[in-house]
């Protein structure tokens, strides 16, 4: 059962994205407000996907922030849900990802058109000066920001000692000097890593999780702020994934 729940999800997820972006590719033409229309499509799309094939939905702990602020949503990364579905929930906020995607066959033009911040990881400070020009621009066009503090998808229950949160969030943060919304979620028990597998089984409630958790104002030092981020986060994942058992 898991296999066939698996199959039919991802032959959605793919061949569904694949003749969404071929043919909304005009779009890119159009206002940065229709591709977000596009994005809320397809995340509506992939939302009942999960519930048809999955039986999984998705409940949201705490407030959304409104359009009308900017600010920076710190987003733990376990799966490439939170990359699909956070983009849509939290209005098209202008994510940084790593420069690589950009050249994906189509989906990085979309990525580009969206307003996303791209790195290149081996430049280290080149890298950090060029996402915090991107950043200040951002800010000054009305638009948040999303980003994932470890840097990559890290495996639910794994600790942060091991996967440590790296600096590029904070930097963001110092650059920016908005607030930073913490996000915790458990959808890397339905969807891991690198994996054909679903597993709605591993979901008690039947539902992805995501909270929205305490802003952090703009201010604190570098230290100050890596640990807190990392305390809050780390603190509303481990519980949200622990009330699955």
């Known amino acids: 059962m898991i296999f066939l729940r698996s199959l039919l999800f991802n032959i959605q997820f793919y061949l569904g994205t694949s003749i969404l972006v071929t043919i909304c590719l005009p779009c890119l033409l159009f206002p940065r407000e229709v591709v977000i229309f596009v994005n809320k499509i397809w995340c509506s799309i992939m939302t009942k996907g999960m519930k048809w094939w999955l039986n999984t939905e998705i409940k949201v702990i705490g407030q959304i922030p409104s359009k009308k ?40 033009l979309y990525f580009l058109r969206a307003g996303a911040i791209p790195i290149t990881r081996d430049q280290g400070l080149n890298a950090l000066r060029k996402m915090g020009r991107n950043a200040k621009k951002a800010v000054k066009e009305n638009r948040s920001m999303m980003i994932f503090p470890q840097g990559t998808r890290v495996k639910p229950g794994i600790s942060s000692k091991e996967k440590p949160y790296l600096p590029g969030v904070f930097f963001l943060y110092s650059q920016a000097k908005v607030p930073v919304i913490p996000v915790a979620h458990n959808a ?54 622990t009330l699955e058992k």
């Open 69 to 108: 602020r900017v600010v920076i949503y710190a987003i733990k990364h376990q799966s490439a849900w939170e990359t699909v579905f956070c983009t849509h929930l939290f209005s098209m906020p202008s994510i940084v990802l790593k420069k690589a995607l950009i050249f994906l066959p189509v989906i990085g």
């Open 188 to 241: 890397g028990l339905l969807w891991p890593k690198n994996s054909f597998f679903k597993y709605p089984n591993r979901l008690r409630s039947k539902s992805v999780t995501i909270q929205i958790l305490p802003e952090i104002k703009p201010g604190l030092s570098k230290q100050e702020f890596l640990t807190k981020l990392e305390n809050i986060i780390e603190t509303a994942s481990n519980k949200l994934i």
